[in-house]
T-cell receptor
């Protein structure tokens, strides 16, 4: 029974396409996040939602648009994909930041 | 905002020896310091954490120390084993903060 699940696990697409990644958590947490992990393994926060409300929007191109239909789901839609968008995208959830995150298994996005 | 520096970026240790990874943080309001382990192709997983009211915490072969005055915290792994090979991330979160800031990671290699 996966706590934080992401789909798809792998995504290969051409430049200029639009794609979505979905995330769901069954932990009852109030806060969900999207992190981007680049080829050097650096984990950088992109967005955070608390109970469906956007609370963090880091300096991310506006081609990236998160959506949270309810507190258990957080999706990421990316328009006009670019080569530099290739990375692993992790969804995470937490009840409070000082109790740590539970990460999803990641989505490896490759833009060709 | 918070900035977390992590050293070294790569560490090779003979099996059975100890490994130490060091981090510094900039925001004196940070009070929660988790450590995550990420095995190849897997998600980051919380392995141990420490809060600012504690100077040291131990869990079997893993220990973390915190020096609030110097804004340093460290991860110590004793009697290293092959399965300890992974990327380790330190992180910090300020009191009441809305996100965890990660260090850039340390790739730990356990040599046979």
């Amino acid at each position: 029974d996966t706590a934080v699940s992401q789909t798809p696990k792998y995504l290969v697409t051409q430049m200029g396409n639009d794609k979505s990644i979905k995330c769901e958590q069954n932990l009852g947490h109030d806060t969900m996040y999207w992190y981007k992990q680049d080829s050097k393994k650096f984990l950088k926060i992109m967005f955070s939602y608390n109970n469906k409300e956007l609370i963090i929007n880091e300096t991310v191109p506006n081609r990236f648009s998160p959506k949270s239909p309810d507190k258990a789901h957080l999706n990421l839609h990316i328009n006009s994909l670019e080569l530099g968008d290739s990375a692993v995208y992790f969804c995470a959830s937490s009840q409070f930041t000082d109790y740590g995150y539970t990460f999803g298994s990641g989505t490896r996005l490759t833009v060709v | 905002g918070e900035n977390v520096e992590q050293h070294p970026s790569t560490l090779s240790v003979q099996e059975g020896d100890s490994a130490v990874i060091k981090c510094t943080y900039s925001d004196s309001a940070s009070n929660y310091f988790p450590w995550y382990k990420q095995e190849l192709g897997k998600r980051p997983q919380l392995i141990i954490d420490i809060r600012s009211n504690v100077g040291e915490k131990k869990d079997q072969r893993i220990a973390v120390t915190l020096n609030k005055t110097a804004k340093h915290f460290s991860l110590h792994i004793t009697e290293t084993q092959p399965e300890d090979s992974a990327v380790y991330f330190c992180a910090a979160s300020p009191l009441g903060g809305d996100k965890i800031i990660f260090g850039k990671g340390t790739r730990l290699h356990i040599l046979p």
